[in-house]
T-cell receptor, first 114, second 114 residues
Framework: GENVEQHPSTLSVQEGDSAVIKCTYS??????FPWYKQELGKGPQLIID?????GEKKDQRIAVTLNKTAKHFSLHITETQPEDSAVYFCAATFSGAGSYQLTFGKGTKLSVIP | NAGVTQTPKFRILKIGQSMTLQCTQDMNHNYMYWYRQDPGMGLKLIYYSVGAGITDKGEVPNGYNVSRSTTEDFPLRLELAAPSQTSVYFCASTQRGALSYEQYFGPGTRLTVT
């Protein structure tokens, strides 16, 4: 089955700086890679996703890059703000399997220091 | 539109007791999932359902059972609770065939078994 590794497990940045979280996956058939943000006491919420036919996707201050050859993808947050502080999870799946099961990384706790 | 709702929010069980975690979604999604989240371990899939009457095991199904009699409801049953089942449980749903594979998560149930 799929295995997703996520690094780092914790990340502290100064407000306004950039944050980068990296994930690697093992199954070359995986073709959908979402990123979820989990605030304290809440369920995860999708913030951005990318499919294997795209190398990069951007949404305002958030971007995701995908390197299919190396089987890794990254989340980039620019101009970080205190409200970006949360736990971020990457995930991977093969959408053609029909069940849309996601395999999650272990999460990165991001702290943005004002 | 409430999205995905879960009850209860918190529960303390004694070893050997049983309980049902409730999950309801009002988005008419056909796919539903149960995850458990342990500190530093990400989210692990317990069971999932691709429609009413159809369920299947995920990565960590032992000690749990599910049923799906309606599109809206997907209860998770714990029989003979054990301390290893102490965790936060999340229910999620998605719609097959949609342009996005986004999973919508409920707020979670925090369960302690002592």
């Amino acid at each position: 089955g799929e295995n997703v590794e996520q690094h780092p497990s914790t990340l502290s940045v100064q407000e306004g700086d950039s944050a980068v979280i990296k994930c690697t996956y093992s199954d070359s058939a995986s073709n959908y890679f979402p990123w979820y943000k989990q605030e304290l006491g809440k369920g995860p919420q999708l913030i951005i996703d990318i499919r294997s036919n795209v190398g990069e996707k951007k949404d305002q201050r958030i971007a995701v890059t995908l390197n299919k050859t190396a089987k890794h993808f990254s989340l980039h947050i620019t101009e970080t703000q205190p409200e970006d502080s949360a736990v971020y999870f990457c995930a991977a799946t093969f959408s053609g399997a029909g069940s849309y099961q996601l395999t999650f990384g272990k999460g990165t706790k991001l702290s943005v220091i004002p | 539109n409430a999205g995905v709702t879960q009850t209860p929010k918190f529960r303390i069980l004694k070893i050997g007791q049983s309980m049902t975690l409730q999950c309801t979604q009002d988005m008419n999604h056909n796919y539903m999932y149960w995850y458990r989240q342990d500190p530093g371990m990400g989210l692990k899939l317990i069971y999932y359902s691709v429609g009413a009457g159809i369920t299947d095991k995920g990565e960590v199904p032992n000690g749990y059972n599910v049923s799906r009699s309606t599109t809206e409801d997907f209860p998770l049953r714990l029989e003979l609770a054990a301390p290893s089942q102490t965790s936060v449980y999340f229910c999620a749903s998605t719609q097959r065939g949609a342009l996005s594979y986004e999973q919508y998560f409920g707020p979670g149930t925090r369960l302690t078994v002592t």
